[in-house]
């Protein structure tokens, strides 16, 4: 059973609009929720994170909405840019430690100029 | 940004043989890990390394599989013997301290086993 799910797959957007990346999960134990940014050829990168005691967490044009009820967060990233062209990936965890790791599958974002 | 090395960026090996891929972590960090990525499917994770020792590991990291650190040297995974389903790409991660702190991951290590 796969414990990340992200939505859509692929993304393409305009330049300075905003694009919107989905994730769900399905263990309610999961507290904590890192999202990575990844360009080809390059290992995955931090981009931001949360924790469940929040609903959303700022830094720069790149949001997460958390909705802990529905197990769902979401990642805008608002006046898109080119240079954001890359794999976004959801990732989600608990207190257990990293025996209850888990990444999505990625969406891949193409941000047109 | 600090950076983590991979060698080998590519390796192909027959079924049975023994492979060592090699990461380079970032200097003064004191944990590591190793991610394995299928093709079209989740990073997972392996591993996780502090002080000579493994700290935790997954269900996938099978009996064949060993990590370890000489000397402060490179942060090795051995498989021996591989097995046709050890084909992917695997991420080696380091950070300062454990927990939840920021990993820094390789560019990845591309294993086909045939």
């Known amino acids: 059973q796969q414990q990340v799910r992200q939505s859509p797959q692929s993304l393409t957007v305009w330049e300075g609009e905003t694009a919107i990346l989905n994730c769900s999960y399905e263990?309610?134990?999961?507290?904590?929720f890192p999202w990575y940014q990844q360009f080809p050829g390059e290992g995955p990168a931090l981009l931001i994170s949360i924790s469940s005691v929040s609903d959303k967490k700022e830094d720069g044009r790149f949001t997460i909405f958390f909705n802990k009820r529905e197990k769902k967060l979401s990642l805008h990233i608002t006046d898109s840019q080119p240079g954001d062209s890359a794999t976004y990936f959801c990732a989600a965890s608990s207190n257990t430690g990293y025996q209850n790791f888990y990444f999505g599958k990625g969406t891949s974002l193409t941000v047109i100029p | 940004g600090p950076k983590v090395l991979q060698i080998p960026s590519h390796q192909i090996i027959d079924m049975g043989q023994m492979v060592t891929l090699n990461c380079d972590p970032v200097s003064n960090h004191l944990y590591f890990y190793w991610y394995k990525q299928i093709l079209g499917q989740q990073m997972e994770f392996l591993v996780n390394f502090y002080n000579g020792k493994v700290m935790e590991k997954s269900k996938l990291f099978k009996d064949q599989f060993s990590v370890e650190r000489p000397d402060g040297s490179y942060f090795t995974l051995k498989i021996q013997p591989t097995a046709l389903e050890d084909s992917a790409v695997y991420f080696c991660a380091s950070s300062s301290w454990g927990g939840w702190d920021t990993q820094y991951f390789g560019p990845g290590t591309r294993l086909l086993v045939l």
């Open positions: 263990d309610s134990t999961f507290n904590y």
